[in-house]
């Protein structure tokens, strides 16, 4: 079925897609995931490493103003030196809006417009965080389960609400039988509708066409961070990621209490 299919509530319509599934994980050699597939992890990894990522950036830059410091010296003489300033200004702002983003999180209040929180800025940081990680040998989606919980903890300060047929569910196409069930059953009792998408990039177009005023969005943290980086700008999304025992892309089973929370909240129901 199309998406521009009637809206129907508590169904599932499948978009078929032409592209490989999950490559996300083509790089998988089928060993069992750590944990059993459930990289629940704490903020903490998202702050840790996007702080030490701010660093980095910073003594790369400094680092090149210092190999350049004859040449740019030569043009005028203060200009190494204004640009260490500027690197050690910028590093330190950093710093403290990351600072405000921790309160935000802590208290469960909105210290910050949208652009500059978890619809603007926070999205630019997704890939430096999790990158960060990776250098430090944290697989990516310990990083990424981490950055989800403070984007949803971000998002949810924000109290919005929306009416059950501006509110879009998306899942993946690898969710275990029993977690698909309760998921329509959630739909369902809500009257919202539910898609399931077949890749990412599907789930964007689906966005697209769709034009949900916000969206309950399933996958893996590594669909998840993208999705979030690539979609948030524009339509609010509530993040749920999944744990998955039987290895990537098959048998995901999620929180559904979460999701019916995550629902709830968008339709002002909590
Ligand atoms: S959301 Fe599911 S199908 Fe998509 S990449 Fe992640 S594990 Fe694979």
């Known amino acids: 079925m199309g998406i521009d299919a009637p809206r129907q509530t508590g169904q599932l319509i499948k978009i078929e897609t032409d592209r490989r599934l999950g490559h996300e994980w083509d790089e998988w050699d089928g060993t069992p995931l750590d944990n059993g597939g459930n990289f629940a992890a704490p903020v903490r990894l998202y702050f840790g490493f996007t702080a030490v990522g701010f660093a980095l950036a910073a003594a790369l830059l400094a680092g090149g103003v210092y190999l350049l410091a004859p040449r740019l010296g030569a043009l005028w003489g203060g200009l190494p030196g204004a640009l260490y300033y500027s690197i050690g200004a910028g590093l330190l702002l950093a710093l403290a ?149 039987s290895g990537p892309c098959k048998d995901a089973s999620i929180d559904l209490g979460r999701m019916e929370e995550f629902v709830s909240k968008y339709l002002g129901k909590t």
């Not at 993946?172 to 959630?186: F, H, K, Q, T, Y």
């Not at 996958?219 to 744990?243: F, Q």
């Open 97 to 245: 809006w990351l600072a405000l983003i921790a309160l935000a999180v802590a208290t469960g209040r909105s210290l910050l417009p949208e652009r500059l929180a978890e619809r603007g800025l926070f999205l630019r940081t997704l890939h430096l965080a999790w990158r960060t990680g990776q250098l430090f040998g944290v697989r990516r989606d310990w990083t990424g389960h981490a950055s989800v919980l403070v984007y949803d903890r971000l998002a949810l300060a924000r109290r919005r609400t929306v009416s059950a047929d501006e509110l879009l569910i998306l899942i993946p196409r690898c969710l275990s039988r029993e977690a698909l069930d309760g998921v329509l059953a959630i739909a369902k009792r809500h009257n919202v509708s539910a898609f399931v998408a077949t890749r990412g990039q599907l789930a964007r177009r689906v966005i697209r066409e769709r034009r949900p005023r916000a969206v309950v969005a399933v996958a893996c943290e590594r669909d998840m961070v993208s999705g979030i980086h690539d979609v948030a700008g524009r339509v609010p999304v509530l993040g749920l990621t999944m744990t998955l025992p």
